[in-house]
C-alpha cells in the first residue's frame, strides 16, 4: 500500500511539473489554422506579428500564458498553419 501511494505521489509532482502538458497539447495544435486554435483555447496572451487581413496569423508566433513570464508558443508557417510548439519567455521580458 505504502508503495502505491508512494507511486501516486512520484506521479502527480510530475504531472504538475510538467509545464503546459497537461492544458495545451501539441498533436492537437500542429496542423490547425489559429482560429482552429483560438476556437479551443481563447485568444492568445502574446502575439509577435498582427494577423493578416483574413485574420490568420502567418509567419509567427503566438503563445499562451503558462506561469508569470513563461509562455507555450506556437509558430505558425505563411499558410497561417501550426508547425511548431514549444514553452518560452515573453519578449522583451
Same mark, same amino acid.
Given at each position: 500500500?505504502?508503495? /502505491?501511494?508512494?507511486?501516486?505521489? =512520484?506521479? *502527480? +509532482?510530475? =504531472? &504538475? ?8 497539447? %501539441?498533436?492537437? #495544435? #500542429?496542423?490547425?489554422? *489559429?482560429? $482552429? #486554435? +483560438? %476556437? +479551443?483555447?481563447? $485568444? &492568445?496572451? =502574446? +502575439?509577435?506579428?498582427? /494577423? *493578416? $487581413?483574413?485574420g490568420l496569423y502567418r509567419n509567427c508566433r503566438c503563445g499562451y500564458s503558462i506561469? @508569470? %513570464?513563461?509562455? &507555450? &508558443?506556437?509558430?505558425?508557417? @505563411?499558410?497561417? #498553419? /501550426?508547425?511548431? =510548439? %514549444? @514553452? ?6
Amino acid at each position: 500500500m505504502k508503495k /502505491a501511494i508512494l507511486l501516486l505521489l =512520484c506521479f *502527480s +509532482i510530475l =504531472c &504538475f511539473s510538467s509545464g503546459c502538458s497537461g492544458r495545451y497539447r %501539441e498533436k492537437d #495544435i #500542429i496542423g490547425k489554422t *489559429s482560429d $482552429q #486554435i +483560438i %476556437e +479551443i483555447y481563447g $485568444q &492568445f496572451d =502574446c +502575439i509577435t506579428m498582427p /494577423a *493578416s $487581413q483574413d485574420g490568420l496569423y502567418r509567419n509567427c508566433r503566438c503563445g499562451y500564458s503558462i506561469k @508569470e %513570464e513563461l509562455l &507555450f &508558443f506556437i509558430f505558425f508557417d @505563411e499558410n497561417g #498553419i /501550426a508547425v511548431k =510548439c %514549444e @514553452e518560452g519567455h515573453r519578449p522583451g521580458g
